[in-house]
């Protein structure tokens, strides 16, 4: 097996595979009734031409995404694109007003956007490079990266950051390639590997530093209120209730479904093949609807975000589209 770290993927690879759904949103969303419900797709032209957009997130009821075109962080508004970060941006961590940016080919600093002041800090931490990942807990005023890498042993350092300070504390050696913060004191640790089902997820009690290994998949995605975890293998979605690490229940997917939350209790799954369709599943009583067609679509490379019952897709061919549900 080959671990795939972070830092070391081009542009290319990190914006046009979407590895990992760390998709965070407000849970302003009713539950979804399949039955009752109408898709409107629409084919978005954003006015200056930066149509090529991925990892999509919402921050305050406004659309956020990386293009692909520069590299560069941007908001979208009424289908124009403002610019948030100027530089070349590998992968970005969103809790809050904070937006926590790891810029591409700087391993060694971190830049912190408050986005309720439009501020912007510049986090120097050479000491700590190569860094690999890194999230941002609003609740804890906490910075979480992992750092130190080291290519030989393949094991880094987890650090914790007070925002406002520039003193890390040093936590413990991990194999993890990604870290993402959920309910106060734990984190999901993430050991990404090339081989199908080969990905490992646990939690880190930041209180015992006792790391408990959930399951083996390809990628996890947290509900909104970071309660539930849902852990994706090529024909399984297992869902764990991350309160008392406990399994709610599993369902059957095809490989290549493509995956998000919508709220804290639902699951929307779409399927490109033979037709695209999608369906929902209830993760408290794991019941899945009937499928539902999606017309006039192309091949959906990525679904990124659910903002007030539109979501957000991305096709193969770089086409950002609004479905409405």
Partial sequence: MIKKIKYLLIVAAVLSTGILLYILFNDNSADIDIDNSSVVVNKLDIIDGNKSLTH????????????????KLVRITNNETSILFEKVVEKYSQDGRYILVKEHNNASSLTLIDTSTNLTSIIQLTKYSPIVSATISEQEGKIYFIGNYNPNTEKSILYSLPINSNSPISLL???????????????????????????????????????TVLSLGNTYSLTPDKAKIAIQSSSNLTIYDLNDMAIMGNSQIRPGNKTIWINNSQIFILTNLPNTTYAILDVSNMSLSEQKPIENIGYIREISAYINGIMYMVDYNDNLYSVEL
């Fill in 56 to 71: 999509l997130n919402n921050i305050a009821g406004q659309l956020i995404g990386i293009n692909t075109n520069n590299g």
């Fill in 173 to 211: 050696e991990t194999t993890a390639s990604d870290v993402d913060c959920i309910v106060k004191n734990r984190l999901v640790l993430f050991e990404d590997y090339d081989s199908p089902n080969a990905s490992k997820v646990s939690i880190l009690d930041l209180l015992t530093l006792e790391n």
